[in-house]
């Protein structure tokens, strides 16, 4: 009697982050077997690679690792969830009878797979999931990233249990869920510090966890270019930080080709033509303003000031050159890739000698070339570009229409971006920057004066985050041209080692509004107080694989649902 009416009393939403567009859950208990048995029906169907148009790696590679990865999950990666349950409380079903699950059956959905790639990209990760009471497992889907999406979400439904074991309390169990949006990412800045490739393939698997599938890796900045570019040696022998702080190609391919096989399309992005004075260390003649001191703040918002020179053809052959290296090298794995355009400082083109003019009218012109320079280069290899939002909102650039524009000033950039014909990345400094909240890396001069040290704070509490809509101020009409958004993880002081707590669980808050909207089914904004037992729960999940995630609240708080709700 006491079981039962605990077990009514849990939210029927538990367990799943990001929440399904479609769910039902039961109250049976069902346990899993321990020799489990994946059995893909007529595997020869997913030696493709379906959805997407990129080549690398097949459906059947895909899926196959993903097996892998969810027995890690279900098995060796779980946790009792005590947290959870009313002190002392028995939640935990009895160790007989058992009712078990022994097999999971994974089909290729005809009805939906049109080959790829399909109009409606939403569709490519739309897969369906069934449990039924006596232990049957059906996974069904047109491609293999959905099958991902779908073992991704049945890894959510087990627990373990305190005698041993590994039980689902959800059973039956029906799920019919894709995206809302078909960007969701996370932008890694790598250039401020270094990261360590095995730390950005960990937040990879954290990203294919949450669901999340666009790693934008900010490759290069002023600070430092990480970047080898095998035909410029010089480049990253001299530009990063420390000989060994460099990403070589195969860095490069490992990382991408970890993201392919956990369903997260990893692109770079070389900011220009601000943010890479750390070019001058080997080709001091492309750079104008570089390190100008002490008055750096007239030429850049961090130093060393310094930017790519805008009319010269030393400047268009090297970059000729690096993205003639590079883009071979990407393309396999990624449509993507951001030539930046952020920030840049007009009075530091009043010292290149190509323009010798700090007046944006007389820069635009340059600016275009340089830009399509770029673009042009990129669409013959078969690559979509990605410009931060001030080329349109600052310089009101024209731009081909496939260009995707990248926002992080939040609803009126991302509505003026869709407004001009752009596709657009929603992110909002506000809302989305995860770095934020640290207080100051700048040493400022007046001392005691500069109380509090507060640098870009607030911090984004993950309800900021949580509460963010990507389609705020956009005309319902360009809505369709917002494909979604990022997280920010600028890296002033952030690093591998404290690069998990910062970014999870909050990055997860942005997860779930990328992938199940802003409002739920009856268009009501989401609710806080549900989500926040909700993503603790998922919280305990990371943190059982071995991720550094931090706490929402305190256990009382989660023991008795609502206590601290106010
Ligand atoms: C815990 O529950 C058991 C059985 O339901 C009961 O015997 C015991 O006294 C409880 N302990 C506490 C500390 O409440
Ligand atoms: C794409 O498919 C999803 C899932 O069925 C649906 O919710 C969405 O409205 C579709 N979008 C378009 C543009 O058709
Ligand atoms: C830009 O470069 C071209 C070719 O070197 C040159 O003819 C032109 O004068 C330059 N423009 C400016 C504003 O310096």
Not at 106 to 116: E, L
Not at 412 to 422: C, R
Request: aromatic share 8%; with cysteine; proline share 7%.
């Amino acid at each position: 009697m006491r079981l039962a009416t605990i077990l009514v009393s849990l939210p029927a939403v538990l367990a799943l982050w990001p929440q399904p567009s479609s769910l039902s859950l039961g109250k049976g208990t069902l346990w899993i077997e321990e020799n489990i048995k994946f059995e893909i029906e007529n595997p020869e169907a997913w030696k493709r690679r379906s959805g997407t148009p990129v080549g690398l790696p097949t459906d059947l590679e895909i899926i196959e690792n993903s097996i892998k990865t969810t027995k890690n999950a279900i098995f060796q990666q779980n946790f009792v969830p005590w947290k959870f349950h009313p002190r002392n409380a028995s939640y935990e079903p009895p160790m007989s009878p058992k009712q078990t699950i022994s097999k999971v059956s994974i089909r290729q959905a005809t009805s939906k797979s049109k080959n790829p790639p399909t109009e409606n990209k939403s569709m490519d990760e739309y897969y369906a999931l069934s449990v039924t009471a006596n232990g049957d497992v059906e996974i069904s889907s047109s491609t293999g990233i959905g099958i991902l999406r779908a073992l991704t979400t049945m890894s959510q439904l087990f627990y373990s249990h305190t005698k041993g074991g590994k039980y689902t309390p959800f059973a039956p169990v029906v799920v019919r869920d894709s995206p809302k949006f078909e960007h969701r990412g996370l932008n890694l800045d790598v250039a401020r510090n270094y990261y360590p490739v095995r730390s950005i393939t960990h937040l990879i698997d954290t990203m294919s966890t949450n669901k999340l599938n666009k790693l934008h890796l900010h490759i290069t900045d002023s600070q430092s270019w990480p970047l080898e570019i095998p035909s410029l040696p010089d480049l990253a022998a001299k530009g990063a930080y420390s000989p060994g702080l460099v990403y070589t190609p195969n860095d490069i391919r490992e990382i991408q080709l970890h993201g392919a096989l956990r369903g997260v399309d990893v692109f770079l992005e070389i900011d220009m033509p601000g943010h890479t004075s750390s070019i001058y260390y080997a080709y001091p003649e492309l750079i104008s303003s570089f390190n100008v001191q002490p008055e750096w703040t007239s030429f850049a918002l961090e130093p060393p000031s310094g930017t790519l020179k805008l009319n010269s053809s030393k400047v268009d052959t090297f970059l000729e050159k690096v993205l003639a290296d590079l883009s071979p090298r990407i393309s396999p794995y990624t449509n993507y890739f951001h030539t930046g355009g952020d920030e840049v400082s007009q009075s530091a083109y009043l010292r290149d000698e190509t323009v010798k003019t700090s007046e944006q009218l007389k820069l635009r012109p340059h600016m275009a070339r340089f830009i399509k320079r770029n673009h042009d280069q990129l669409r013959k290899a078969g690559l979509t570009p990605i410009v931060w939002q001030e080329m349109l909102t600052e310089w009101m650039l024209p731009m081909e229409k496939d260009v995707v524009v990248q926002a992080w000033q939040g609803g009126s950039a991302v509505n003026l971006i869709t407004q001009q014909g752009h596709k657009a990345i929603a992110g909002n400094q506000e809302n989305w920057y995860l770095d934020c909240g640290q207080g100051d890396w700048l040493n400022p001069s007046g001392g005691k004066n500069s109380y509090p040290f507060t640098g870009c704070s607030p911090r984004k509490n993950w309800r900021m985050v949580y509460t963010y809509d990507p389609l705020d101020q956009v005309d319902a009409k360009n809505h369709h041209l917002v494909i979604g958004g990022e997280a920010h993880i600028w890296s002033e002081q952030i690093d591998h080692i404290n690069m998990d707590p910062v970014v999870w669980p909050r990055a997860s808050a942005a997860a779930e509004v990328l992938w199940s909207g802003p409002r739920d089914a009856n268009g009501k904004d989401r609710d806080i107080q549900e989500a926040a037992i909700r993503l603790s729960e998922f919280r305990e999940r990371m943190v059982a694989m071995g991720v550094m995630a931090e706490p929402i609240q305190m256990p009382f708080c989660l023991q008795e649902p609502h206590q601290c709700d106010g």
